[in-house]
Structures are given as structure tokens and as C-alpha cells.
């Protein structure tokens, strides 16, 4: 990513903590930056579910335990 500068962004702290790492604050500047310039929404999100998929994947967990810790995410949500 060269040619970047850093903004400001205030965030509720518990979000900001989500930024500890270089890498997630480079991929939510990627976000952004597509955001920005005009790309899609719905791509934005199919490409960061595909990534989540790959890095779910390669933890060993398959598409019936996301939906498992997914259904138990909504039940909870919803009580």
C-alpha cells in the first residue's frame, strides 16, 4: 500500500481494539479506499466472507461449525 497516509477516524473503544494488528488496518484501508472510490458494497462484503471462509478453513473448521457458532450467535442475539 504505498502512496498511503493514515486519517483519524474516532471509533468506540472496544471497536478500536480491532485495530491492533498492521494487517487489519490495511485491509479496513482497502475497505475504505473501495468504498470511496466507488466500488460495491456487496463485492466488498463477498470478497471479506471469501477471506473469512479461507481463514476459517484453515483452522480447520468447516462450513457446518461456522454455521453451528453462526446459529448460536443469532440465538443469542435474539434472546
Do not use: Q
Amino acid at each position: 500500500m504505498n502512496d498511503m497516509v493514515d486519517v483519524a477516524i474516532p471509533l468506540d473503544p472496544d471497536l478500536a481494539k480491532a485495530f491492533g494488528s498492521l494487517e487489519k488496518r490495511e485491509a479496513v484501508g482497502r475497505i475504505v479506499s473501495d468504498l470511496l472510490t466507488g466500488r460495491h458494497l456487496t463485492d466488498l462484503m463477498a470478497e471479506a466472507f471469501a477471506d473469512l471462509k479461507r481463514e476459517a478453513r484453515g483452522n480447520g473448521l468447516t462450513d457446518a461449525d461456522v454455521d453451528a457458532e453462526l446459529d448460536a450467535w443469532r440465538a443469542e442475539r435474539s434472546a
